[in-house]
């Protein structure tokens, strides 16, 4: 057979265990087909094939997010102002305050999530004073993981909160010794008071919204990103806020393969909207683009344990096994696989002693349910999902909370949460994703540095090496794994004949370069079915979708792109820091460990300047700056 694609002169990791290694790819009607040695693929060149030299570079599956939600995340991706991966308070407000010169009233500039205080040099947030000077009379939004929000003054002018506004249930709004709103918002212990906030902001016209999700598949794109499994998401309604992204998928102009699961809307009616969907939809419905997977990741509301450790763990209440129960039978019934978000074991143990129940009735066999997040999994919870088949999807929240959660519980607490190590050991069906956009950023490779390092982006070492991941086991926990969380085993999550051909060739070798590289990895040539989604560098000639200009023209996606804010090569991003500290550090020599560039080690814990400690023991000068 003729190939519609050939790419050659490579170094492709297959994850197929048949045939590890290959040289070269052909692609033919979006799937692999031949991989192996350029002689054997370069036989199924045609006068029409496509052919891509690849130059010697390395070449891996496309990266498949476990959990994602990227309906909600595309719907208002080109309104957020993201502050993800971005290093330093200092050029975090730079950019807000050169966001709010260009955005008019009634606009709001919104900072939603994907980041925490412990990635600034500076390890802290805002002040709301702060806050103010930058933006006396534009709305600013701040939301920290799902803990907090901050708002200035203009921003509860426009919500409405004033001394007369009674406390919401399961959160609080600070205040005064006047009784007047702060601008400070907990979830305590549960998000509400910060969704519902959020959702009094002006929203984007259909047609923004249709570019602002293309925009956010092509920044996921830009990562690697050529997959992902949607989780619904709270004030994300069904079929309402599904009309974008149907109308791209009717289009053909999704560059991400999605999958999505239906998330009940309504507190005390959520068995009536999945005896409705079980009606109304058909699991599996769509194509290999769009397609439905299933219910969750919220079930039922009162078995919803939210993940803020800076709160003491929620108690679900008495009524959960009943609600959970009148669900689970509905979908169990008809077939439909579930998620379901349980961060602590206590709940997993009770909804467990559901799930056990059910399947005396009505067998959970080849029904691939599983539970998001398990941070805290204890070992008989892992046995009992595996006797019953489930699975457990893991996502790198602890690489953005790990912080609180050892000033909580303690540092042996975090060594091991959640186990990933324990969990692939045990035989349980594991994958891994973000959980992005909000308590979390959604570039997969931080994620995958936190399974390798057992980082948290702060730096902070909480997984010891025994129960970190290999790179290769990290990877097919992206990849291969996350194909059984959405019934997709076979199809696609390797480089082999007959899969979708979906990969990528990252900026750098992620097998070689140095553990602290990960992180920042992004590709230089993403394909998703054979098509190039996106190209730079030696590829960007190869481009075959980027999308028209962000919508509105003062969206903060024209300025800063995304992630790192990479638009600005001088700006924002992780470099940003390191240059001003080596042009301003004023040495006459180098640093014998870090050379000019101090500022990690200015932004450490570690006493640099105590010869005694860890860095003294290796030589570091940067004390002595």
């Known amino acids: 057979m003729t190939a519609d694609l050939i790419l050659r002169n490579g170094r492709f990791t297959t994850l197929d265990r048949s045939n590890p290694i290959a040289n070269a790819v052909a692609v033919k009607d979006g799937a692999f087909l031949a991989v192996g040695s350029e002689a054997d693929v370069m036989a199924h060149a045609g006068p029409n094939t496509k052919i891509i030299d690849l130059k010697g570079r390395s070449a891996l599956p496309g990266l498949i997010d476990n959990h994602l939600h990227i309906i909600r995340g595309g719907l208002n991706f080109n309104m957020e102002l993201r502050w993800d991966g971005v290093r330093s308070l200092a050029d975090a407000m730079s950019m807000l305050k050169r ?28 002040t709301i004073e702060e806050l103010n000077i930058v933006a006396p009379d534009t709305p600013v939004f701040i939301l920290h993981l799902y803990d907090r929000a901050l708002l200035n003054g203009a921003a509860l002018r426009a919500v409405g909160y004033t001394k007369d506004t009674p406390q919401p249930p399961g959160g609080e709004i600070t205040r005064d010794a006047n009784g007047n709103p702060t601008g400070l918002l907990l979830a305590r212990p549960n998000a509400a008071i910060l969704y519902a906030t959020l959702a009094k902001g002006p929203k984007l016209p259909f047609d923004y919204q249709v570019n ?81 997977n299933g219910a969750g990741e919220m079930l039922v509301f009162s078995a919803a344990d939210f993940e803020d450790f800076r709160e003491p763990r929620p108690d679900m209440p008495p009524e959960m096994e009943g609600d959970l129960e009148g669900v689970v039978r509905i979908l169990a ?11 602590y074991d206590e709940t997993i143990s009770r909804a467990l002693d559901v799930f056990e129940k059910v399947d005396k009735e009505i067998p959970l066999k080849d029904l691939n349910w599983f539970f998001d997040h398990a941070e805290t999994i204890s070992e008989r919870s892992i046995d009992r999902i595996a006797a019953l088949g489930g699975g457990v999807a893991v996502q790198h929240r602890m690489a953005y909370q790990g912080e609180y959660f ?47 390092t057992g980082k948290t982006v702060g730096g902070l070492r909480i997984t010891p090496q025994r129960n970190c991941l290999d790179r290769e086991t990290a990877l097919r926990m992206w990849t291969e794994n996350v194909t059984w969380f959405s019934n997709e085993e076979g199809k696609k999550g390797r480089i ?26 992004s590709a230089d040539l993403t394909i998703v079915g054979g098509k ?44 940003s820091l390191r240059r001003a500290a080596m042009t301003h550090c004023g040495c006459a020599s180098s640093c014998g460990v870090h050379g000019h560039d101090h500022a990690s080690a200015w932004s450490s814990k570690l006493p640099v300047g105590d010869l005694r400690s860890f860095w003294g023991a290796l030589g570091c000068a940067c004390w002595a700056v």
Not at 105 to 111: A, C, D, L, S
Not at 333 to 341: C, F, G, I, S
Request: some cysteine.
């Open 532 to 575: 190039v989604v996106y190209g730079a560098r030696d590829f960007a000639g190869l481009d075959e979708s980027a999308p028209p200009p962000a919508m509105p023209d003062w969206s903060p996606v024209r300025t800063f792109k995304g992630y790192g804010a990479w638009g600005e090569p001088d700006g924002a991003g992780k470099n």
């Open 406 to 452: 050892v000033e909580r519980y303690g540092a042996a607490a975090a060594e091991a949460t959640p186990p990933v190590a324990r969990l692939l050991e045990k035989g349980v069906k594991t994958s891994a994703g973000t959980d992005a956009t909000r308590v979390a950023s959604y570039n997969p490779w931080v994620a995958l540095s936190w399974l390798v």
């Open 212 to 292: 602002s999700t293309r925009h956010f598949m092509r920044e996921l794109n830009r990562l690697g990103v050529t997959g992902a499994i949607d989780a619904g998401g709270g004030f994300q309604n069904y079929p309402d806020d599904y009309a974008v992204i149907q109308k791209l998928a009717d289009e053909n102009q999704l560059t991400i393969r999605l999958a999505y699961n239906l998330f009940t809307q309504k507190p005390k009616q959520e068995k009536e909207d999945f005896l409705n969907w079980t009606k109304t939809s058909t699991y599996k419905q769509g194509d290999d683009y769009f397609r439905h």
């Open 99 to 126: 966001q709010v010169a260009v955005t008019p009233p009634p606009q709001w500039v919104r900072v939603v999530g994907g980041f925490t205080e412990h990635q600034f040099a500076e390890k802290r947030l805002p």
């Open 496 to 521: 082999t004949v007959g899969q979708f051909a979906d990969l990528i060739v990252p900026d750098r070798d992620f097998f070689g370069c140095p553990e602290d590289d990960i992180a920042h990895i």
């Open 333 to 343: 019934e008809n077939r439909w696989p579930w998620r379901l978000h349980a961060t």
